[in-house]
């Protein structure tokens, strides 16, 4: 994140977002990548983000010479190097679920295997599009929310990765992750939309619970229900991860029997009530959609977008999009939250080391308001860009 203003700082070396990773069919899985893996795996078990990265930079490709890795998991690593000490500790938590989630545990191979089972159960055959099986395992994997669920808490993922593999280091620098182990899952309504918190109704209990506004509601409305954990930090609750929107009933459901929220979801598996495939993303410090963040994004965009574009041109519309959101004060037709939207925008991987050379003494007004309206790590990203400008005058 922002260093001194007298030398350009590398780019990053997250090109995920030009970047699609591609499965091998099942019976050409790339077994000279498996070293590699277990090599990340274990940099990341140590909080160390940036050999990881040195890793999958040596590594880029697999056997069938296309990029290899998930780009999420590499924007998450690369978040973590370029945030630094603005890195919120609750992210290192997250960051843990993440690694709970594709470690290889031979102790979990069932746990694995039901999971997988469960989620792809509910998914209407049309959902499950890939180049084979495998692919298609590999998506549910990534984005499927009961996957999730299921591998990382009800099965014990995060358990045993607490246990068994997570360092003393890792676990030191997370907020309170502990006791994330026992989040239940809860129904939710959601009451309003500010720009740094929202407002939800537990329908189990009726009390009021606020969370910070990383962008758990972008496409809900007030009246809206959702079911998430929601997990203890050193600032308050917030959730674990990206909730799931269900119709009124579901939620009614699960209120009533937050044990039974499997069962639940059965019931309207297969209907147009039950859309699992939204964890698009790679969700560290954020809980904006990938695919909505840029959808948010391409007003600001040129157009045409040039061929070879980098990440000064995504800079560039991400500074437009802030500085028209603060000026405006979010205010527009757009059923869309802005304000989580900027957020992500600002704290992208391949928009973050751009900011601070491309703004100057005419940001700084916008730059305040975001500062003292976006939660933190986004606001506190604004004011040391602040800062760093006020320096340089």
Same mark, same amino acid.
């Given at each position: 994140?922002?260093?001194?203003?007298?030398?350009?700082?590398?780019?990053?070396?997250?090109?995920?977002?030009?970047?699609?990773?591609?499965?091998?069919?099942?019976?050409?899985?790339?077994?000279?990548?498996?070293?590699?893996?277990?090599?990340?795996?274990?940099?990341?078990?140590?909080?160390?983000?940036?050999?990881?990265?040195?890793?999958?930079?040596?590594?880029?490709? #697999?056997?069938?010479?296309?990029?290899?890795?998930?780009?999420?998991?590499?924007? $998450?690593?690369?978040?973590?190097?370029?945030?630094?000490?603005?890195?919120?500790?609750?992210?290192?938590?997250?960051?843990?679920?993440?690694?709970?989630?594709?470690?290889?545990?031979?102790?979990?191979?069932?746990?694995?295997?039901?999971?997988?089972?469960?989620?792809?159960?509910? $998914?209407?055959?049309?959902?499950?599009?890939?180049?084979?099986?495998?692919?298609?395992?590999?998506?549910?994997?990534?984005?499927?929310?009961?996957?999730?669920?299921?591998?990382?808490?009800?099965? /014990? #993922?995060?358990?045993?990765?607490?246990?068994?593999?997570?360092?003393?280091?890792?676990?030191?620098?997370?907020?309170?992750?502990?006791?994330?182990?026992?989040?239940?899952?809860?129904?939710?309504?959601?009451?309003?939309?500010?720009?740094?918190?929202?407002?939800?109704?537990?329908?189990?209990?009726? &009390?009021?619970?606020?969370?910070?506004?990383?962008?758990?509601?972008?496409?809900?409305?007030?009246?809206?229900?959702?079911?998430?954990?929601?997990?203890?930090?050193?600032?308050?609750?917030?959730?674990?991860?990206?909730?799931?929107?269900?119709?009124?009933?579901?939620?009614?459901?699960?209120?009533?029997?937050?044990?039974?929220?499997?069962? &639940?979801?059965?019931?309207?598996?297969?209907?147009?009530?039950?859309?699992?495939?939204?964890?698009?993303?790679?969700?560290?410090?954020?809980?904006?959609?990938?695919?909505?963040?840029?959808?948010?994004?391409?007003?600001?965009?040129?157009?045409?977008?040039?061929?070879?574009?980098?990440?000064?041109?995504?800079?560039?519309?991400?500074?437009?999009?802030?500085?028209?959101?603060?000026?405006?004060?979010?205010? /527009?037709?757009?059923?869309?939250?802005?304000?989580?939207?900027?957020?992500? /925008?600002?704290?992208?991987?391949?928009?973050?080391?751009?900011?601070?050379?491309?703004? #100057?003494?005419?940001?700084?007004?916008?730059?305040?308001?975001? /500062?003292?309206?976006?939660?933190?790590?986004?606001?506190?990203?604004?004011?040391?860009?602040?800062?760093?400008?006020?320096?340089?005058?």
């Amino acid at each position: 994140m922002p260093k001194s203003r007298g030398r350009r700082p590398k780019k990053s070396r997250n090109r995920s977002h030009q970047q699609r990773r591609r499965r091998l069919p099942s019976d050409q899985l790339d077994l000279r990548m498996l070293p590699v893996l277990q090599a990340v795996d274990e940099a990341e078990t140590r909080g160390d983000a940036t050999g990881a990265l040195e890793i999958v930079q040596m590594h880029p490709v #697999g056997s069938d010479g296309r990029f290899f890795w998930n780009p999420h998991r590499v924007a $998450r690593l690369a978040q973590v190097e370029q945030l630094g000490p603005l890195l919120p500790r609750w992210a290192t938590s997250r960051w843990i679920l993440e690694q709970s989630l594709i470690q290889f545990d031979p102790a979990l191979r069932g746990a694995r295997q039901e999971a997988m089972r469960v989620a792809i159960e509910l $998914r209407r055959p049309d959902e499950l599009v890939g180049v084979d099986a495998v692919d298609v395992q590999t998506q549910v994997m990534d984005h499927d929310w009961v996957h999730r669920q299921l591998l990382v808490y009800e099965y /014990g #993922g995060l358990e045993r990765f607490l246990h068994a593999w997570a360092t003393p280091d890792l676990v030191a620098g997370a907020d309170r992750i502990e006791e994330w182990v026992t989040a239940p899952i809860r129904a939710l309504r959601l009451e309003s939309r500010e720009p740094a918190l929202l407002t939800w109704t537990d329908l189990a209990t009726g &009390a009021e619970l606020e969370t910070p506004n990383l962008g758990a509601a972008v496409l809900e409305q007030p009246g809206d229900f959702a079911l998430a954990r929601v997990v203890p930090t050193e600032g308050g609750p917030m959730f674990d991860g990206v909730p799931l929107g269900v119709v009124e009933e579901t939620a009614g459901q699960v209120a009533a029997d937050p044990g039974a929220w499997l069962d &639940a979801l059965r019931s309207v598996a297969g209907t147009e009530d039950y859309f699992a495939d939204l964890v698009h993303g790679n969700f560290l410090v954020t809980d904006v959609p990938s695919d909505i963040a840029q959808l948010a994004l391409g007003a600001f965009l040129p157009s045409p977008i040039p061929r070879d574009s980098d990440g000064t041109v995504a800079a560039k519309a991400v500074i437009s999009q802030a500085r028209h959101v603060a000026t405006n004060g979010g205010a /527009g037709p757009d059923p869309l939250d802005p304000w989580p939207c900027v957020a992500a /925008g600002l704290l992208a991987p391949y928009v973050l080391p751009d900011l601070e050379w491309l703004l #100057g003494p005419a940001d700084h007004a916008w730059l305040a308001v975001l /500062g003292d309206t976006l939660p933190d790590p986004a606001g506190r990203v604004c004011r040391v860009l602040l800062a760093d400008l006020d320096d340089a005058a």
